[in-house]
């Protein structure tokens, strides 16, 4: 089969001839109809995520069932399934109690084994679930990875109906968070960012924008919501100066979700920002495997809608997948782009 590859760290990755996977006992080989490319991708090409090569990348991954091993009881050929990028044994403690993101085995897919920049991808059953028809297979797969943290995030806020809501980058994973905090039943959801255009849509999508390029933002939330603050402040772009903005739109008893990844160290003034206002700072690892099916059911109702996120296909072919990496390097490219094999 077909299989775009990074075989060299800090190179461009490579069409190659691969063997398809074969399929034992709990394993499904699955037909890759849908692989996004994601921010992640670039990481890993430009060495600053460490993998080891030759690596098939893709870990936003949606098809049909193709093979199924011997002892597959759950799913069947011809299924139509998005992948949950994360291999867990299912015997650990954290996979025990239902944490298996922190899994002592866990693997991704596409990072520590081969993913979905290919015509075929094998995975164990347990990471597989059903993609309900009303989802097209290119927004199921970006759903895999951003939408699902955005929808882990929320939970992890403990967002309630009535409540309001500062959502901190509307990229890939804001704008799922902005649609998903509305179905949680936010009353207001703010959008922050510097990107005029991530804001009109953002807007579109029933947020209230609010432009840091145009003065400080937590002076606007806090101007927006008459001096309250919001309940819940979710940072997704990873910079610290960001997340102190998110801790101090704050409201009392406010929670600042954490998401975006960063190794800077965030200043707080733990007594003005988070003792006196009992506020919490939560830290959003990845999602949950029982949470996909979850979020697919939001989607088939029409509740989180990507038709506006996915907005280019590129076909299985180094030279094009390539060109959509270098586009996310420079932050170019706007929308998401997903390969269609
Ligand atoms: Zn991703
Ligand atoms: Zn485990």
New binding site residues.
Partial sequence: MKAVQLVEVGQPVQMREVEVPAVSGKDVLVRVRAA?I????VHYRAGTSPVLVPLTLG??VAGVVEQVGPQVTGVRVGDRVGVH?LVTCGQCHYCNVGSEQFCVEGQMIGKHRDGGYAEYVAVPERSVVPLPHEIPFEHGAVMM??SATSFHALRKSRLRAGERIAVFGVGGLGMSAVQLAQAFGALEVYAVDINPDKLKLAEKLGAIPVDASAGDPVAEILRLTAGAGVDVAVELIGLPAVSRQAVQSLAVFGRAVLVGLTDQLLEVDPYREVLCKEAEIIGVSDHLAAEIPLLLEYARRGLLDLSDVVTRTVPLDARAINEVLDDLEQFGGGGRTVIVP
């Avoid at 994601?38 to 991708?41: N, Q, R, T």
């Fill in positions: 996004g994601c921010h992640s991708d870990h936003e990028y990875c951003s």
